[in-house]
């Protein structure tokens, strides 16, 4: 974690050399609010990526002090729109009763050919 001028402001890392040159982070917390950006992860199938993704997500949302229970919103974003049920139902299994509401998109192309989807979430705590 580190933070910056702006006050009750969290930045959180996941180390990434990108995160300097591009000029972000993998989550913000400012008060209440956390912010995950978009998130990927490597895997055979788009839902082993899926899972991967959202464990992912939920490691930055701890780092955050937050939990899935507070995602309020996710983004997924397809690279194959006809496969969006795989992501859905692996989604599911992560949120459970909790719920987000979300929004499936379908994407020309993401940073690597390899990466089936990507995630975004935002959590406010209680």
Same mark, same amino acid.
Do not use: C
């Given at each position: 974690m580190?933070n910056?001028?702006?006050?009750? /402001?969290i930045? %959180?890392?996941?180390?990434?050399e990108w995160e300097?040159?591009?000029?972000?982070? /993998?989550?913000? /917390?400012?008060?209440n609010q956390?912010?995950?950006?978009g998130?990927?992860a490597?895997?055979?199938?788009l839902?082993?990526?899926?899972?991967?993704?959202?464990?992912?997500?939920k490691?930055a &949302?701890? $780092?955050?002090?937050?939990?899935?229970?507070?995602? %309020?919103r996710t983004?997924m974003?397809l /690279?194959?729109?006809?496969q969006w $049920?795989q992501?859905?139902?692996?989604?599911? $299994?992560?949120?459970?009763?909790?719920?987000?509401?979300?929004?499936i &998109?379908?994407?020309s192309?993401?940073?690597?050919p390899a &990466?089936l989807?990507?995630i975004?979430?935002d959590?406010v705590?209680?």
């Amino acid at each position: 974690m580190s933070n910056t001028s702006t006050p009750n /402001r969290i930045n %959180i890392s996941s180390g990434s050399e990108w995160e300097p040159k591009i000029g972000y982070s /993998r989550a913000v /917390r400012i008060g209440n609010q956390v912010a995950v950006s978009g998130t990927t992860a490597p895997g055979e199938t788009l839902t082993d990526q899926t899972r991967a993704a959202l464990e992912t997500i939920k490691a930055a &949302l701890a $780092e955050a002090g937050a939990s899935l229970d507070d995602v %309020i919103r996710t983004r997924m974003y397809l /690279r194959d729109m006809t496969q969006w $049920e795989q992501a859905a139902l692996a989604h599911g $299994e992560v949120f459970g009763e909790i719920r987000p509401a979300t929004t499936i &998109l379908e994407v020309s192309s993401l940073i690597d050919p390899a &990466l089936l989807i990507e995630i975004e979430a935002d959590a406010v705590l209680s």
